[in-house]
Nanobody, 125 residues
């Protein structure tokens, strides 16, 4: 069993930066793919970024590419999402998730097996 706990959300102004953390427990996740998703009110859950760092792979949605960076700390069993140049349209609940299957990076939330509880990010204009 894997437990994921997100933190780092908050209220910021447009143009600001924020770093989200996702701490994993239960099993080491070095061989997993870890993803960040977000869900705004009335919208479907949306892929943001994913990492499989044992393979040196990262993958971003077009909407955040160049502004967000996903990274991991193996020693802390933690995945980060560094968000810069935030926009009001980035406002959402952000979730981290673990995909325990081997190979590649997936953007379909149905491919992920474990989810955190989410952390709210609000960007004011």
């Amino acid at each position: 069993q894997v437990q994921l706990v997100e933190s780092g959300g908050g209220l910021v102004q447009a143009g600001a930066s924020l770093r989200l953390s996702c701490a994993a427990s239960g099993r080491t996740f070095t061989s997993y793919a870890m993803g960040w998703f977000r869900q705004a009110p009335g919208k479907e859950r949306e892929f943001v970024a994913a990492i499989r760092w044992v393979a040196g792979l990262t993958y971003y949605s077009d909407s955040v590419k160049g502004r967000f960076t996903i990274s991991g700390d193996n020693a802390k069993n933690t995945v980060y999402l560094q968000m810069s140049s935030l926009k009001p349209e980035d406002t959402a609940v952000y979730y981290c998730a673990a995909d325990v299957r081997m190979g590649g990076l997936r953007r379909d939330p149905r491919s992920y097996d474990y989810w955190g509880q989410g952390t709210q990010v609000t960007v004011s204009s």
